[in-house]
């Protein structure tokens, strides 16, 4: 590094993750003292703890009474794949994807499940497809928040209320900082390891009515391994969405969970959320509105992710060099950062273009935000000299 002088303040909190994201503010390990450790979670003091985790779920992000909500295993990954291995196959599909987790939903479809009748709607990274081509009398599969290029639907305005098929959105980086129109959704899913930071491996499952009467009404031709299997019977497992979960879950990831619930709910609940994530993306925003290296990744500013933030070096002298070299150099402003602890974890996911990608989620402060744009430049001017140097 050269003698280019550091910022005199620093973020308070250096995680920046996009997943596990960071803690609520003011967290500690004594937030977890209430956790039923070495208890069966099918105790008493179990099902009531999945039971309340369930509930306040549906209070705070206001989903509507006679939707299902379920803790399942995996993540948003097993919440996902549950919904499409066992709602797919009834109609045609429409798979929509613009980065590297929708783009996996559409290998699952097309080469797992093999679905003939499958239309595939993609666009690259940045960018986002024309829902005026998609059609919503055929079951469709999309990402609210593409986590891995920062680029969302800005509302569900797209979709029609008279729809045949089924909507399956993954909203994991959307949830609890970006407002779901649950009229227009049939299955959500997301993980709690996102916009609250809870820790990982579990995944929750939400179904509207529309839903539950595929599932008991449609059987698909492929056999279901037992950890997917929503119904019995021809008629749904109720108890998964009253916390009889599937598999055994970590009550101590519950504790935390209901943890960062009861925090949601203290500070105003969901639109307090989204006011916190707004405002972090907005410090970000004005930032590289100012600064002529950086650019946000997401073409159209309506479809800006406010949690996911992508980010791409658009200095001219680093553009020219080969992708290699531009990946080498937006490294070097990560392991920078990461060096010094101001940043942890902010490179761009390895299937995305160069750059960086930034959480600025509601557990985010905007202080540390702010502190951090100060570090990245800082960063990027001792990799611009060392560049400068090397040449």
């Not at 803690?23 to 390990?29: A, E």
């Not at 800006?304 to 791409?312: E, F, G, I, Q």
């Amino acid at each position: 590094m050269t003698d280019i002088t550091k910022p005199g303040t620093r973020p308070a909190n250096p995680n920046f993750s996009s997943g596990p994201c960071a803690k609520r503010p003011g967290w500690s390990l004594e937030a977890l003292a209430d956790a039923p450790l070495g208890r069966s979670h099918r105790a008493k003091i179990g099902k009531t703890k999945l039971k309340d985790a369930i509930d306040l779920t549906r209070e705070i992000l206001q989903v509507p009474a006679d939707y299902r909500i379920g803790i399942v295993p995996a993540s948003d990954t097993g919440a996902v794949e549950m919904a499409l291995w066992s709602l797919l196959g009834e109609r045609g599909v429409d798979m929509v994807a613009w980065e590297s987790f929708g783009a996996g939903w559409v290998t699952d479809v097309a080469k797992q499940l093999k679905l003939a009748d499958t239309r595939i709607f993609e666009a690259p990274y940045g960018e986002i497809v024309d829902f005026a081509k998609v059609d919503f009398d055929r079951d469709v599969v999309f990402t609210w928040n593409g986590t891995t290029s920062g680029v969302r639907v800005p509302n569900a305005d797209f979709i029609p209320s008279d729809r045949k098929g089924l909507t399956i959105c993954d909203a994991t980086s959307a949830a609890f900082a970006q407002r779901l129109d649950f009229s227009k959704l049939d299955v959500v899913t997301f993980s709690w390891q996102k916009v609250l930071g809870g820790e990982g491996a579990h995944g929750v499952l939400i179904l509207s009515p529309r839903a539950v009467e595929r599932l008991e009404t449609y059987k698909p031709a492929w056999p279901l391994p037992k950890i997917f299997r929503l119904t019995k019977g021809g008629k749904l497992i109720e108890g998964i969405f009253a916390g009889e979960t599937i598999n055994t879950p970590s009550m101590l990831c519950v504790e935390d969970y209901l943890d960062a619930l009861h925090w949601a709910k203290s500070i105003g609940g969901l639109d307090a959320l989204i006011a916190r994530a707004d405002r972090n993306f907005a410090v970000i925003d004005s930032w590289g509105r100012r600064t002529p290296w950086v650019a946000n990744l997401a073409v159209k500013p309506e479809t800006r992710s406010n949690t996911s933030v992508c980010l791409t070096i658009v200095d001219p002298e680093v553009t020219a060099l080969d992708a290699d070299a531009q990946a080498a150099f937006a490294k070097g402003i990560v392991s920078a950062l990461d060096k010094e602890g101001v940043a942890y974890d902010i490179g761009a996911y390895r299937d995305a273009p160069s750059g960086l990608r930034i959480w600025a989620g509601a557990t985010i402060e905007a202080s540390d935000v702010e502190a951090l744009t100060g570090w990245l430049d800082w960063a990027f001017a001792n990799q611009k000299a060392a560049l400068k140097k090397a040449a």
